[in-house]
């Protein structure tokens, strides 16, 4: 067995303990560890073929995993005009204006990221951006990805002049009194309606996006993701980059099943489970229950303040719990995407309900879980749910004082329950930590940090949301390693560094658990290998 890498004067981090292990090198071989020891012991194992890197005294930790991430729809998404640091409405309609003049005669424009805090509390529509975008068809995704803004004149073209019924229950497109469009589209179908009548990349065009988009995520230290989607040609395209050696990741991907997936379609996900390739594997099922709270389609036990988040996404829950009940009898874990209290409790409600009728140890999964009551915590140990949890949305689209969008919606009792965190670690739950990208940065540090400080990224004088909910450095590094390889059903190959373990590695500048959380985002990333090859070096390596 070749050695093809070996690494020198590295301090190798573990995971479990928080403490340095007692060896300073590494070989690997066929993608995993195989060797670990001094310098010395370790350099002997080399010949002229390998790969031989003096890491200078760098950190090195089990490669980074993002716990949920969208890597195909938001290499898409993240296409156009960036509108995140867009603090109000004459902001963004400044730089929509700047967009439109560099815009061809006809030409679309596209712009994401858009946060729904700009309208301060006012209805989310078009309307301050008509005059600016005249004639101008133009689609506008909000930060949540559940939501857009269509121009009038994309609407126009999309043939969308009033309101529409759809198979997802809270999708809507949103009409005035009168009945007229408002510009506002609720969750994907209606978001489809006038994403359709736009010019449509091409497929290499949409591949090279992704590849470039995994190249940025191995920069900034992510080995790995766990993929909430594969719609349309995205299983085509990982195995398109795994075949010409350009998957920069190793890929978990659980495809959605939707509402009026019958039985032949569940038996068809149950079926693709295990497909894949060398880098990147079809492993579980990603199922909607509710939307989001900051555009009113989230699940909630109690409407929010404007009388929305009422229902759950699948007409009829009842159909849901059958789903999950077929999934668990065939041994495949679903990653169910809850963030209102009801949501969460009918998802756990149906996990117990599919225990109870077989015993077998599925690790079944709740993604965001951005509010939930004292008795529904304790839940996730009993029943052995992984809470998957993404920080920054808390860091970022919140504030302390609750004067956000989503904590005005929800009130301040249930504002103050946000991203219960630590909470769910003390109740004996199994956190996984992710960005959700494109919905928030993918940087695996600033994911940790974010846990830790819970702060806004864009100024972290500000205070803190609910810092009695923060993990502590090593509980951060834990939810990005072991935790995720846990909720993978991969501990015994992957999170921690071993013999016989994956070869999937992160080299920082220094220790991320002696860093203070506000200065992590900026610890240089030196080294990412996965299954023991570099994708990404420094150039001073």
């Known amino acids: 067995m070749r050695t093809s890498l070996v690494l020198l004067s590295a301090r190798l981090l573990d995971p479990v303990t928080g403490e340095l292990l007692p060896h300073t090198a590494l070989a690997a071989a066929d993608g995993r560890i195989t060797a670990l020891g001094d310098d010395a012991e370790v350099r002997a194992l080399a010949d002229t073929s390998t790969t031989v890197l003096d890491l200078g005294g760098a950190v090195v930790t089990p490669g980074l995993v993002d716990g949920h991430i969208h890597p195909v729809s938001g290499a898409e998404l993240t296409h156009g005009l960036d509108l995140t640091a867009c603090a109000d409405v004459e902001q963004v309609r400044s730089a929509l204006a700047r ?53 009038r004149r994309a609407l126009e073209l999309a043939g969308v002049t009033g309101p529409r019924t759809f198979d997802q229950a809270t999708a809507e497109v ?21 994403e359709r009548a736009a010019p449509q990349p091409t497929r290499e065009e949409r591949r090279e996006r992704l590849a470039a988009a995994l190249r940025a995520m191995a920069a900034s230290g992510l080995t790995g993701g766990h993929v909430m989607d594969a719609n349309g040609d995205s299983l085509a395209f990982y195995g398109e ?34 497909t894949g390739g060398r880098l990147w594997e079809t492993r579980g099922v990603k199922i909607f229950m509710d939307g989001t709270i900051d555009n009113g389609t989230a699940w909630l036990e109690h409407p929010d303040c404007h009388g929305e988040s009422r229902h759950a996404f699948w007409p009829d829950p009842k159909e849901y719990t059958r789903v999950i009940g077929e999934l668990h009898r065939a041994g495949v874990p679903s990653a169910t995407h809850a963030i209102g209290d009801a949501a969460v409790r009918h998802v756990l409600d149906a996990v117990q309900r599919a225990r109870a009728e077989d015993s077998r140890p599925v690790r079944h999964r709740v993604e965001h879980i951005e509010t939930v009551p004292d008795d529904t915590l304790r839940r996730f140990a009993e029943l052995g749910v992984v809470a998957s949890m993404q ?151």
């Open 99 to 151: 967009a439109v003049r560099d815009l061809a005669p006809g030409a679309w424009l596209q712009g994401w990221g858009l946060d729904p805090n700009v309208f301060a509390g006012g209805p989310i529509e078009t309307a301050p951006f008509d005059a600016v975008l005249d004639g101008v068809p133009a689609l506008l995704l909000l930060f949540d990805a559940h939501s857009m803004l269509a121009s």
């Open 174 to 194: 949103v009409c005035d009194a009168r009945g007229r469009p408002t510009g506002l589209l609720l969750e994907d179908a209606a978001c489809a309606l006038v």
């Open 241 to 274: 980059l795994d075949d010409t050696g350009r998957l920069s990741l190793r890929l978990r991907v659980a495809p959605w099943c939707q509402p009026g997936t019958g039985v032949d379609g569940v038996r068809a996900l149950i079926g693709q489970q295990g």
């Open 391 to 541: 920080p920054t949305h808390c860091c970022d689209f919140t504030r302390a004082d609750h004067t956000d969008n989503w904590s005005r919606r929800l009130g301040e009792e249930r504002a103050s329950r946000a991203w219960r965190c630590r909470d769910l670690h003390d109740s004996g739950a199994v956190v996984v930590l992710g960005s959700d990208w494109p919905i928030a940065p993918h940087p695996p540090l600033g994911v940790m940090a974010g846990a830790r400080h819970r702060r806004p990224s864009r100024d972290l004088t500000l205070p803190p949301h609910g810092p009695q909910q923060a993990l502590t450095p090593l509980e951060a590094l834990q939810g990005m390693t072991v935790n995720a390889a846990y909720a993978a059903g991969e501990e015994h190959e992957a999170g921690r560094i071993a013999v016989g373990h994956r070869a999937d590695l992160t080299a920082l500048g220094d220790n991320p658990l002696t860093t203070a959380a506000t200065e992590l985002p900026d610890l240089p990333v030196l080294l990412t290998v996965v299954d023991g090859e570099p994708v990404h070096r420094d150039p001073g390596l």
